[in-house]
């Protein structure tokens, strides 16, 4: 019934519980909270880290979780919905369907990349602002678009289109 109030346990009292004044209560050293078995649990192994640990499965349910962290995930990410990014660095491969083919990938804004883009069927370039959408190049002055025979590039709704043709034999 005071501030600092504290229940040891333990032949030894090596767990305590502390009453921390108008805050909560304080685990000692780096004991851990166990659910179910001793492979569930939470603990601070240091003063700068805290460890959630399961079994299987951390389930979060609520409307918004909210990180404020870099993440780092070493194993599969999986999301069901929108995923929105205000900045998204790839330094891999991207596969969104579980083949080599990508469905759909909407971008809304610059996109700038160091290696080659190869798209296998149709690349729609749009832009509803004021100025036009562009593809440039400003490497490599060898490096460029490249065609296959009878691939198209329209321009302005169609209005303006390059065909290009197999080179003559």
Known sequence: QHHGAILSFGANDEVSLTHVHNTGILLNSTNVIQFNDASQFINAPSNAILDINATDEIELNATL???NANLDVSGTVTATGTSVFASLDISGDIDV??????????????VDMASTLTVAGQATFADGSAGAPS???????NAGLFFSAADVMSFSAGAVSYTHLRAHE
């Open 97 to 110: 369907d579980g083949t080599a083919n990508l469905d759909i990938v909407d971008i809304d804004g610059a």
């Open 65 to 67: 979780v909210d990180v």
């Open 135 to 141: 593809i440039s190049n400003t490497g490599d002055v």
